[in-house]
């Protein structure tokens, strides 16, 4: 970060550091295929109208890059770097210009270009080897979320907005799949994960890799997978452009057929639902707290007066803090229990559980929640957690906790309570 101090704020920092991250990650994963895709190309240019196939093909993976350069060569021609760089970039595949392109990348290459520093950056990001023999898929997931949570405390942005530190999401997948053991370990069984705020993917992947590959700590196998050959496809949306562009390349990276990342959805959830109509097996989140929806204002208002047909129905709660329609966004994305059901794990502060008067917005949807008997546990098997805002970090530490209480998640400026609550479809038991 020093050598970009002065020309780039420090909350700009991420407009080179993440897409450089992204670039570098992608370059070392398509390293090994790189020649194949190049003859690929030559072979077929001109003789198929349609190139995709074969060059998903030879790459392995759902996306590819068709330009001469990676990182090596885009270095030993430095007087071009700046241009022989978009070049790099325009020959990825469409999936993944899409995405790169949700960094507004062009104009950091210029500002770096323009200031004799692109040369450098590169050379600095060129010299990490970020192949995934070397940096597994979960590692470099934490990296992302490291990175995003640090640039967002520099920005000094919501509350909650920053990743979700991963002993919380091992926990909230743990009570979001606790006891569903039976249904998961069914021959052939084929499971939907959703995140409505999903952020850099963190639940997502985590919730799979509960259930496919098992609980690792520092590399080692902790926990065994649930069903190692369940199907497992993951849904999301994010609001973010950068946070959406970090989720989505690293789901790209993580299968062979990008079903995933096709699947996870850039906008704003409560106003443009990506994935209406579509119910979901387990759904998990961690909306931002201390956020307002006014720039959702007149959606919401207008599903409310839908009634039970539109998402918000049961009520709206104050402007300044829309976690309670999060929550209902999930519950409407339920299946009927005569489908199987769905669970829900959604952890929040204070203000959604306990303010509002009886009557009142917040006081109403927590009312129909309890009416209609879904909530099968506040808090199952935790300890409690505190969160202590140091200058440039956040640690947290177990406290102890006791079956059917709500955890408190602390923090400086003042204390709130997080609840990870597990919601089955239609049934109060766990």
């Not at 030559?42 to 998903?56: V, Y």
């Not at 890059?65 to 885009?74: E, V």
């Not at 210009?97 to 040369?119: C, M, P, Q, Y």
């Not at 720039?295 to 998402?311: F, N, P």
Request: with cysteine; net charge positive.
């Amino acid at each position: 970060m020093n050598l970009i101090r002065d020309t780039f704020k420090r909350g700009k920092y991420q407009d080179v550091i993440l897409p450089l991250t992204v670039l570098r990650r992608l370059d070392c994963v398509l390293a090994p295929t790189k020649a194949k895709v190049l003859e690929t190309q030559a072979r077929f240019k001109g003789k198929l109208e349609n190139l995709d196939p074969q060059l998903r093909r030879a790459s392995g993976f759902a996306f590819y890059n068709t330009s001469r350069y990676d990182f090596d060569k885009l270095l030993a021609d430095a007087p071009h770097l700046a241009a022989n760089l978009r070049n790099y970039i325009a020959g990825f595949s469409p999936n993944m210009r899409e995405v790169l392109g949700k960094f507004d990348f062009d104009n950091t290459i210029s500002k770096l270009h323009e200031a004799g520093l692109l040369f450098q950056v590169m050379e600095r990001f060129k010299n990490v080897d970020l192949h995934p023999d070397v940096i597994d898929n979960p590692t470099m997931g934490t990296i992302f979320e490291e990175l995003i949570r640090k640039f967002n405390e520099a920005l000094n942005e919501y509350p909650g907005e920053h990743f979700t530190p991963r002993d919380i999401v091992h926990l909230m997948v743990d009570l979001l799949l606790g006891g569903d053991e039976g249904r998961i370990r069914q021959r052939g069984v084929v499971l939907t994960v959703y995140d409505p705020c999903c952020g850099s993917g963190g639940m997502l992947t985590i919730s799979k890799e509960h259930i496919t590959l098992g609980v690792r700590r520092n590399g080692d196998l902790v926990r065994g997978p649930i069903n190692p050959a369940a199907e497992v496809h993951l849904f999301g949306q994010e609001v973010n452009p950068e946070t959406w562009a970090v989720s989505k390349s690293d789901l790209f990276m993580k299968s062979t057929d990008g079903r995933d990342a096709e699947n996870i959805a850039f906008g704003t959830t409560l106003s443009n639902d990506r994935h209406a109509k579509t119910q979901f097996d387990y759904l998990i989140a961690n909306p931002p707290y201390g956020k307002d929806w006014k720039r959702d204002e007149a959606a919401v208002r207008a599903e409310h007066e839908r009634g039970a047909a539109g998402r918000s129905g049961p009520g709206l709660p104050r402007i300044s803090d829309g976690q309670l329609l999060f929550l209902l966004h999930m519950l409407a994305h339920m299946k009927d229990p005569e489908k199987g059901g769905s669970r829900v794990a959604i952890i929040m502060n204070g203000s959604p559980l306990f303010t509002g008067d009886a009557g009142s917005g917040e006081s109403e949807i927590r009312r129909w929640i309890l009416e209609n008997d879904w909530p099968a546990r506040d808090h199952a098997r935790a300890p409690r957690f505190r969160a202590h805002q140091g200058p440039g970090r956040r640690r947290y530490r177990g406290c102890g906790g006791t079956a059917g209480r709500v955890d408190r998640l602390s923090e400086p400026a003042r204390p709130a309570q997080a609840a990870a609550a597990g919601l089955p479809a239609g049934n109060g038991g766990c």
